[in-house]
């Protein structure tokens, strides 16, 4: 089965900080990885993916995730966080390819504060 | 915008009723693929269509049923509602490609009363 957890379901950053959300991923086939934002009474955005090839993958405002395949570990990271980038943010994993329906963590509020 | 558009935005009625959700997909997108999102359960895969034949099934309850259209919208029903079914309902849509990336509307929020 596959699965995905969120370390901490709300993180406080300062504007300016580093922003990282956690996301291990638990797969039986090679996982397709993916994170999504959350802007409030919005969908699903999805900022980047990781399928096959570079495990440094990176995605729209600023973020990018690493997959590590030892540590089954798909963090996001942005390097200085911003207060658009408010938001709560959902790290998904498909059954493996060819599978488009994902399988979501139960996500992460992000807090910055001014 | 995401080109996924749902209808309605919101949805108020009592226990035991039915509803109807509404989902048009992104042009060109054969896909949909319906999703509930509550407070206890977050995020929950319910059911795939792909051009009008259900492709994969997730956690849908048997009070609830989905179908596409040949127009390739898709509705969702939800029956004999209850309490617990209080969510707000996504639908997403994507390409013909293997693992495509979802793209999703703004939702239905249906409160049951």
């Known amino acids: 089965a596959q699965s995905v957890t969120q370390l901490g379901s709300h993180v406080s950053v300062s504007e300016g900080a580093l922003v990282l959300l956690r996301c291990n991923y638990s797969s039986s086939v090679p996982p397709y990885l993916f994170w999504y934002v959350q802007y409030p009474n919005q969908g699903l955005q999805l900022l980047l993916k990781?399928?096959?090839?570079?495990?440094l993958v990176k995605g729209i405002n600023g973020f990018e995730a690493e997959f590590k395949k030892s540590e089954t570990s798909f963090h996001l990271t942005k390097p200085s966080a911003h207060m658009s980038d408010a938001a709560e943010y959902f790290c998904?994993?498909?059954?493996?390819?060819?599978?488009?329906?994902?399988?979501f963590g139960t996500g992460t509020r992000l807090t910055v504060i001014p | 915008d995401s080109g996924v558009t749902q209808t309605p935005k919101h949805l108020i009625t009592a226990t035991g009723q039915r509803v109807t959700l509404r989902c048009s997909p992104r042009s060109g997108d054969l896909s949909v693929y319906w999703y509930q999102q509550s407070l206890d359960q977050g995020l929950q895969f319910l059911i795939q269509y792909y051009n009008g034949e259900e492709r994969a099934k997730g956690n849908i309850l048997e009070r609830f049923s989905a179908q596409q259209f040949p127009d390739l919208h898709s509705e969702l029903n939800l029956s004999s509602l209850e309490l617990g079914d209080s969510a707000l309902y996504f639908c997403?849509?994507?390409?013909?490609?293997?693992?495509?990336?979802?793209?999703f509307g703004n939702g239905t929020r249906l409160t049951v009363t």
């Open positions: 997403a849509s994507s390409g013909q490609g293997n693992n495509s990336p979802l793209h």
């Open positions: 998904a994993v498909t059954l493996g390819a060819g599978a488009n329906n994902l399988f």
């Open positions: 990781y399928t096959t090839g570079a495990t």
